[in-house]
T-cell receptor, first 110, second 113 residues
Framework: GQQVMQIPQYQHVQEGEDFTTYCNSS?????IQWYKQRPGGHPVFLIQ?????EVKKQKRLTFQFGEAKKNSSLHITATQTTDVGTYFC??????????FGAGTTVTVRA | NAGVTQTPKFQVLKTGQSMTLQCAQD?????MYWYRQDPGMGLRLIYY???????DKGEVPNGYNVSRLNKREFSLRLESAAPSQTSVYFC????????????FGPGTRLTVT
């Protein structure tokens, strides 16, 4: 079945630095969603990408959907302590189910 | 609006005990989901309900049952708890399927000893 892989599993970042987390699917996706989970919290929807090559920005976060619609990335510039948490990507595995990646857990050194 | 609510927040069970996790949403969503979250494994789908009156298995359904009681409520039952079911359980809902964002409840932390 469809699987979504995320790398890296952990990202330790100095405050102010940039980093990128990557998401890869074994199949073409109709859309990809990104979620953020703060420590001790629940996942919260960030964004959905639908079009091939689509790029969307939310302040310091830039999301990209690959041309083949099989990969995606999240790039964070000038990391802040508020960026701490786990970022998940998720793609549909049927009309109703989402397959979530294992997540990238981000810690920030002040 | 409360969004998605879950009860209880915490639970400790002994092996072999049963319990039901409750979930309710007030957003008039058609689809509801139960996930479990274990360290390093992301969110794994246990069961989902595409719409009122339907339920389907996800990736890891063994040892669980669900009931879509009405459009608002979707419960998860552990008939005979096992230590392998120690996890954090999240309920989620969305308007209608995989093209819509999911809204998650606060989670239930379950420990089975």
């Amino acid at each position: 079945g469809q699987q979504v892989m995320q790398i890296p599993q952990y990202q330790h970042v100095q405050e102010g630095e940039d980093f990128t987390t990557y998401c890869n699917s074994s199949t073409t996706l109709s859309n990809i969603q990104w979620y953020k989970q703060r420590p001790g919290g629940h996942p919260v929807f960030l964004i959905q990408l639908v079009k091939s090559g689509e790029v969307k920005k939310q302040k310091r976060l830039t999301f990209q959907f690959g041309e083949a619609k099989k990969n995606s990335s999240l790039h964070i510039t000038a990391t802040q302590t508020t960026d701490v948490g786990t970022y998940f990507c998720a793609g549909p595995s049927n009309d109703y189910k989402l397959s979530f990646g294992a997540g990238t857990t981000v810690t920030v050194r002040a | 609006n409360a969004g998605v609510t879950q009860t209880p927040k915490f639970q400790v069970l002994k092996t072999g005990q049963s319990m039901t996790l409750q979930c309710a949403q007030d957003m008039n969503h058609n689809s509801m989901y139960w996930y479990r979250q274990d360290p390093g494994m992301g969110l794994r789908l246990i069961y989902y309900s595409a719409s009122e009156g339907t339920t389907d298995k996800g990736e890891v359904p063994n040892g669980y049952n669900v009931s879509r009681l009405n459009k608002r409520e979707f419960s998860l039952r552990l008939e005979s708890a096992a230590p392998s079911q120690t996890s954090v359980y999240f309920c989620a809902s969305n308007l209608d399927g995989a093209t819509y964002e999911q809204y998650f409840g606060p989670g239930t932390r379950l420990t089975v000893t």
